[in-house]
């Protein structure tokens, strides 16, 4: 499968823990978006990269949420500390420059 | 900032008969404005795009067409089937992100 991958498919943690979720992007593809998507809702974003460099961040966005692409290929989203309201479905979407989107399975987030 | 408005929420139609869903964007600065599809558990995928210098695109049993003077686009599905059925999503991008509408659950009954 050549297509936008993710890992964990789904995560269940208490509150206050810290979890770290990984996306694989189309390998040829420079740009990398991070995605919530509660029930109900389309997806809202986060925050992208082009290569390694993290170009904008949502006021979504906590202090509790960082993500990384450090050599430009996958990225990581970590959510430290994490609340009832964290529980989601984070997707992570790539492209080549401004072209289509393409959207990853996603990894559902429960936070008990 | 941007918002999409997406209307109706929730559309039950016959297999056979034709879809449309409307949306409305804020942001006079979007020029593309694409159509997911989202069926339950799984990845939004695109079924139809267009940019801003088109007023309307088809696809098959698919089109789209774009009223930017209103900021206005719709989706457009003919001879509904109910493989049709799922949740689908307008968005528009001015800069990179892309802004979603909250979705249209469409219905098709055989």
Redesign the interface.
């Known amino acids: 499968d050549t297509g936008?991958s993710q890992d964990p498919r789904h995560k269940i943690t208490k509150r206050g823990q810290n979890v770290t979720f990984r996306c694989d992007p189309i390998s040829e593809h420079n740009?990398l978006?991070w995605?919530r998507q509660t029930l109900?809702?389309?997806?809202?974003?986060l925050t992208?990269f082009q290569n390694e460099a993290q170009?904008?961040k949502?006021r979504l966005l906590s202090d509790r949420f960082s993500a990384e692409r450090p050599k430009g290929s996958f990225s990581t989203l970590e959510i430290q500390r994490t609340e009832q309201g964290d529980s989601a479905m984070y997707?992570c979407a790539s492209s080549w420059e401004?072209d289509?989107?393409?959207?990853?399975?996603?990894t559902r987030l429960t936070v008990l | 900032g941007e918002n999409?408005e997406?209307h109706p929420s929730t559309l039950s139609v016959q297999e056979g008969d034709s879809a449309v869903i409307k949306c409305t964007y804020s942001d006079s600065a979007s020029n593309?404005f694409?159509w997911?599809k989202q069926e339950l558990g799984?990845?939004?995928?695109?079924i139809i795009?267009i940019r801003s210098n088109v007023g309307e695109k088809k696809d098959q049993r698919i089109a789209v067409t774009l009223n930017k003077t209103a900021k206005h686009f719709s989706l457009h599905i003919t001879e509904t089937q109910p493989e049709d059925s799922a949740v689908y999503?307008c968005?528009s991008?001015a800069?990179?992100?892309?802004?979603?509408?909250?979705?249209t659950r469409l219905l098709v009954s055989p």
Do not use: I, N
Request: charged letters at 15%.
């Open positions: 936008v740009r978006y995605y109900g809702q389309g997806p809202e974003f992208y170009l904008e949502s997707l401004v289509t989107q393409y959207f990853g399975p996603g | 999409v997406q593309y694409p997911y799984k990845r939004p995928q695109l795009d999503f968005a991008r800069t990179q992100k892309l802004v979603f509408g909250t979705g």
